[in-house]
């Protein structure tokens, strides 16, 4: 690409300049508190699409695809997510049941990266889900599956403008 457009690029900020602050000290010690902190902060300030977040999934043989997706819950630690079986990352979960999740908020500067092993919930979870979707017909797709994020990991990162960046993370 040319230099002029690695230049455009270097000219475009990173972060805002309006960063909220983050003391991992005062952090709770449940990991799902303070995301749903920072969802909530997140909504109250009017962010479109708090809830999605990128997925990465691997085959058996390591080749990496991410893409966007929509939270569903979090329950009992938890972290639910919903597509169909078919699709590519189906088969991926379903030959390799681990993934990474990755939630960015630009104007708070903020990242939650979470990983761990992936379930399936059930037959009846999944197409309860289906059937609430916005838009449902009432037909039925039994590729529709609800799965579970069972996280080994999750890791806080605060954006800070003098770029002393924060890390906070939780083992599990
Ligand atoms: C913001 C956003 C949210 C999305 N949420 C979902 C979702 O919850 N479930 C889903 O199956 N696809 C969702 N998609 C579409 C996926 O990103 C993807 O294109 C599709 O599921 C096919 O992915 P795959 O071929 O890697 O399996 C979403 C896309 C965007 C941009």
Redesign the pocket.
Known sequence: MSESFSQRLRALPDFPNDLPKFDPATAPADSVDLFLEWLEAALADGVS?PH?FSLATTTTTGQV?S????LKNIDEGAWH????VG????RELTANPQAAMNFYWAKFGRQVRVSGAVTLLSAEASARDWDERPGADGRDNPDWQLFALHPAEVEFWQASSDRHHIRHRYVL
């Not at 893409?67 to 929509?70: D, G």
């Not at 997510?81 to 169909?84: K, L, N, V």
């Not at 699709?87 to 189906?90: F, I, L, T, V, Y």
């Open positions: 699409q999605a695809s893409r966007m997706m929509i997510f919903a597509s169909t699709s590519r990352k189906g």
